[in-house]
């Protein structure tokens, strides 16, 4: 592996980790703290405010991008467990399991002595596509009404 792709692997690591402290942090609060709350009173503050609208809808719509990319990428190199990444973005946080998705890649393309061939979606990556489209797109909906 080369330097560069050690200094990336790292620097994703290290978002990821930033990431899971971040989240996590204000997650165990919310949840644990002095008020604590439910999982339908999370969802419900998600639309408190413009702010945590634009906010929601921007990480969804990210997460949207993301998976497109993720997917696309694992497919034309070879990454598994594509699909684990996007379903932990949304149990953990998409800001942890992006960069470590990105690892996984930069790991891969190291391996590559060649050119990767063209991606090659399967139908479970089109069903899972729409699947989270679906599911963006309905919290986002959510979020703005």
Same mark, same amino acid.
């Given at each position: 592996?080369?330097?560069?792709? @050690? $200094? ?10 930033? !990431?899971?402290?971040? $989240?996590?942090? @204000? ?9 604590? !709350?439910?999982?339908? %009173?999370? &969802?419900?503050?998600?639309? &408190? ?27 034309? +190199? ?8 996007? &379903? +932990? ?14 690892? !996984?890649?930069?790991?891969?393309? !190291?391996? +590559?002595?060649?050119?990767?061939? %063209?991606?090659?979606?399967? $139908?479970?990556? &089109?069903?899972?596509? %729409? ?9 986002? %909906?959510?979020? +703005?009404?």
């Amino acid at each position: 592996m080369t330097r560069t792709r @050690q $200094t990336l692997c790292v620097f994703y690591g290290l978002i990821a980790l930033t !990431a899971l402290v971040m $989240t996590w942090s @204000q997650n165990l609060l919310y949840f644990t703290g002095p008020n604590p !709350a439910g999982f339908g %009173a999370y &969802i419900a503050d998600l639309k &408190i405010s413009g702010a945590a609208r634009s906010f929601t809808v921007d990480i969804g719509l990210f997460l949207l991008a993301g998976t497109g990319l993720m997917v696309a990428e694992a497919r034309r +190199l070879g990454v598994r467990f594509v699909w684990l990444y996007v &379903i +932990l973005g949304f149990g953990i946080a998409i800001s942890v399991t992006f960069p470590l998705f990105l690892i !996984a890649r930069e790991r891969r393309l !190291a391996t +590559l002595e060649t050119t990767p061939s %063209a991606v090659k979606l399967t $139908t479970t990556d &089109i069903a899972g596509l %729409a699947i989270t489209t679906a599911v963006v797109l309905g919290m986002c %909906a959510y979020t +703005l009404t």
